[in-house]
């Protein structure tokens, strides 16, 4: 094998060590669409996913029975017109509806066993009728009204991957067709899912067709590569269609943005005729599919000169410690662009600054400091995150800080121990071997904005 190619194969296995920590006892929410099941790559898509269960990852799954509901009600000539995009199920058709439903889970269930993977279906939707819009009775179709979460979780500390047919009862017993999608939503709502995905034989959303939102990301072959959720909102609001919605690939959009309002970290559309696509977007910051994520820098903002007075009352108790060098009105007041709050409702709760050494194409990360009331919420990590993806923006190769007392915190955080030797020669020359601080260094990766202090 040449030398590239192992090197590239070993940094593959490197980021996915550096993932597999992060998500295990993760839950993740995947529907995949029915379409895929006659696929050949379906078996591998299945093996992957018992890969990631054996990893510790909490899967639940939602097979998509649509093409196998058609077939069956072909099949047996039962008429289900699709009025703006849901199909009408008539209560005669509610038996082929079920049955190609739980057959489709069925054979994603036996597949799974061949992996010694142990799953399980269950009743666990209760569901209501949409009823009647706009003169149409959609009878026997339904959107879900509740989870048995309690139930669910237990199933999956039992260490079993449940399955949902799109089929949901009404506290009496009256069954009712499901749109898949909407129920892996809400499971991922309801179950706080770090991540949803929707697989399909469409991949991800085309930027051709519809009204792109500014600075979305799209990639060489047009897909949309990634959205944050007010993005997605804004994509939403250019590309909007009547009160029912026909196009798919939008309405996975608005799922995906109701998803991440509702603190799902990242929705994932991707294609699966496409070999190690799931475990490529989960493992690699080089993900194919569109993925939308919640910005979690919404409380975090530049710098202004009436912040100053605030900022230098959070740094006070953390100079007096020792723990960050002194600094005047006049030091901020120069470089105020450099610098960022973490604010809500009008209260500071934190600081950083980025200084960034053009020469040498790096960037220090100084002055982080959280209000002590609000430390251990994450507000720190999530000024970093800021302040890297502000270098990453910017296009430098690394960040570095100094600290006398936190370098625990930022090892956590994926820096590593560096030298004075490689700072950028100016901060050098002024370099206090007095204080004798560390010198850390993280290296900002260019690939989709996946830095990793991204994910928490
Ligand atoms: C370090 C600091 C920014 C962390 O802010 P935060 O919002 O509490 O951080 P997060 O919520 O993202 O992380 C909290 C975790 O980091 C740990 N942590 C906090 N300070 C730490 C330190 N000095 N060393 C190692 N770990 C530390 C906490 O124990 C907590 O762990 P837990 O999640 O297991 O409970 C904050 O404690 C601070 O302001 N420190 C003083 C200023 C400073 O040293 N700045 C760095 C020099 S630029």
Redesign the pocket.
Known sequence: MDKNKIKEQVEIIRQAFGYIHRFKDETFVIKIDSALISNNLFPVLIKDLALLHSMGIKIILVPGAKTRINEVLKAYQVECPVVNGIRVSPPEAIPFIKMAAFDVSNNVMTMLAEHETSAIIGNWVKARGIGVRNGVDFQNSGVVANLQTDILHKVLDEDLVPIFPNIGWSAKGKPYNLSSNELAFTLSVQMKAAKLFFINEKGGIKASGFKIPDEAYISEDGTISQLTANQAARFLELNQDGEYDEDEQRTLVSYAYRACRAGVRRVHIIDGRTEGMLLQEIFSSRGLGTMIYSNQHENIRPMTTADIPGVLSLMQP?IQ?G??VERTTNDLAENIRDYAVYEVDGTLH?CGALHVFSEENTGE??????DEI??????????MSYLIERAAKMKLDSVF???T?????FA?LGFVISGVDELPKTKRDKYNRSRNSLILKYAISHERGNNELEEE
């Open positions: 953390k410690e723990a960050l934190a990360i100084a002055a982080i400091v959280v609000f430390a251990s919420r994450g507000i720190g990590r999530k000024m800080v100094l600290t007392q936190t370098a625990d915190w956590e």
